[in-house]
């Protein structure tokens, strides 16, 4: 098993940046690839990003693209979405998830384990 725990989350005004964190413990040896999600009140859960094993591949949403970027430290642990010029749209609870398969897969029904998430607010 693996535990995801996200951290970073808050209130923010618009224009602003935040740094969410996501820390994996557990089997970490299973884990390819990393990916951030979010899901605003009465949406689906949409993909923001997704990292490699290591870190060398990033692919992004595009509503996110050029704002937001995806990191980690190195193959495993932990992984990072630093979000600059935040919008009201960007408000939403953002879940970190990992993939034991190696696919770069931007589909929430792939990911194999999920964090519990953290909110992030901005404000107009």
């Known amino acids: 098993q693996v535990q995801l725990v996200e951290s970073g989350g808050g209130l923010v005004q618009a224009g602003g940046s935040l740094r969410l964190s996501c820390a994996a413990s557990g089997r970490t040896f299973n884990i390819y690839d990393m990916g951030w999600f979010r899901q605003a009140p009465g949406k689906e859960r949409e993909f923001v990003s997704v990292?490699?094993?290591?870190?060398?591949?990033?692919k992004y949403a595009d509503s996110v693209k050029g704002r937001f970027t995806m990191s980690r430290d190195n193959a495993k642990n932990p992984v990072y979405l630093q979000m600059n010029s935040l919008k009201p749209e960007d408000t939403a609870v953002y879940y970190c998830?990992?993939?034991?398969?190696?696919?770069?897969?931007?589909?929430?029904?792939?990911?194999?384990?999920w964090g519990q998430g953290t909110q992030v607010t901005v404000s107009s």
């Open positions: 998830a990992a993939d034991t398969t190696p696919r770069w897969s931007i589909s929430p029904s792939t990911y194999d384990y």
């Open positions: 990292i490699s094993r290591s870190g060398g591949f990033t």
